[in-house]
């Protein structure tokens, strides 16, 4: 009875013969079918694996896409009207030294103000939030909220070009990673002789990591060293006073901001002032 | 499932990577050979659904049907491999189910000048399977267990005797116990298909 062939081959009657080759038939359709069956629900599964890669593939498409346009179309934008700060090439830097006066920057050469503000109708927003204050009164939601709407300090200032040593740590504060431009540069402090780019651009970390005090410490003296840089330390002067909770030392600064003319920061100087007072 | 799965679904036809190779595979019934065929077959069968006019939805059921039909036809030795590929062949099946499933669609409008179209043999003998298949599933059915269970397990799902014995599918212990009740079973399941002929006449 087990096979078929040999069970048809015995002396049957015809009826039953028959019936027995119908059960084989049929037998052998539900066992195709159930192969069929279980197949189409492998295929089913492969073509809906199929559907969620071309979606998975479609959505990087359009992601790389969108990003490539943002990214040309951003380069494409005027320039924002943000200080311009030279900065001496670093390379050629002397080392400093107290009391001496550094070399103005190429192109600086008259004592023209180094950070121009373009022209605008309304003082944009800025483009970055204030970072997180620390020590005393760092929970006052005004002051922080203040900060946030004072917080002009865009990088990198426009012809503000790194160079040599310095390409790491610019590249990480192109990409506000404070923390780690600030590694970088107290590495490139241990082996290169102390200048006043390596000072401005700590005490710029600094102070985008919300140390005013040591950003203020570090930006000290700065200016009679480096004259074209004047402005632009003045206004982060204002900021790391603020940073510190020094309010009216903070306001004082803002309002000589606002009230100098032809000051590059001197819109900002205004807004701070009246948002300080 | 890993994220590199993900991303690349396997091809089934990667073993298959000639005409003959995915015969013998269909031969032995391999799921990953009538799923590379399937897959092979799918595009143009989907678009002989829409050529006919049939809703797209049945291209599933046709593409099923229409692997059904050549497989049989390969297990009944109807199918010489002639070194062409077999989708091509599944494909032409396909078509021939889809026009007979397009003829049943519109069944009733009179044929013209009183000639009757030609049925499809291959269609047709189908269909006398087909029948086959509904009354074997019917009287396994009435069979009841433990009957239709250990004729199911052998015949249908194809599991070895060993197999059904060491897994503890069936009260059945040792391989001849298994094999005795079985050869009892399909015997009353033939009588059951007699006793169901004359009584339907069929």
Known sequence: MEDFKQYLSEDLEEEERAAAERIRTGLEGLRLERKVTEVAAGRRALLRQRFRMRIVVAALLVVTGGGAILFFWKKDLPVQQQPRVPVPDPDNAPPMNPGSVSPTPPGNTK??????????????????????LRGAGSEDPARKALLN???????????????????????LLKNRDFTGAYVQLQRLERSLPANDTLRFMKGYCLLELGEGAEALAYFEGMDIRQPAWKMQLEWYRGLGALLTGDSKKALTTFRKIGDTPGHAYRKQGKKAAGLLH | MRIQEWFSPPDPCRPYDSHERLFRGLQRLENAAILCLQMKALKPVRKIVRQYGLPPDRADDILNRSTLIFLQKIEDGNYQFLGHAPSTYLIEIARRVTLSATRAQKKTTAPLDGHERLPDPEVESDKRRQEDTELVRHLLDRLGDPCAQVIRLHHIEGYSDEDVVQQNMTRYTTVDSLKMKRSDCMKKLIQLARKWKISNNT
Do not use: M, Q
């Not at chain 1, 180094?114 to 800025?126: F, G, M, Q, S």
């Open chain 1, 111 to 132: 004592n023209t103000p180094v950070v121009e503000n373009r022209p605008a109708k309304d003082l944009p927003e800025p483009r970055f939030s204030a970072p997180v």
């Open chain 1, 149 to 171: 709407k004072i917080w002009y300090t865009d990088y990198p200032p426009t012809g503000f070009a790194a160079s040599g040593h310095f390409e790491k740590a610019d590249e």
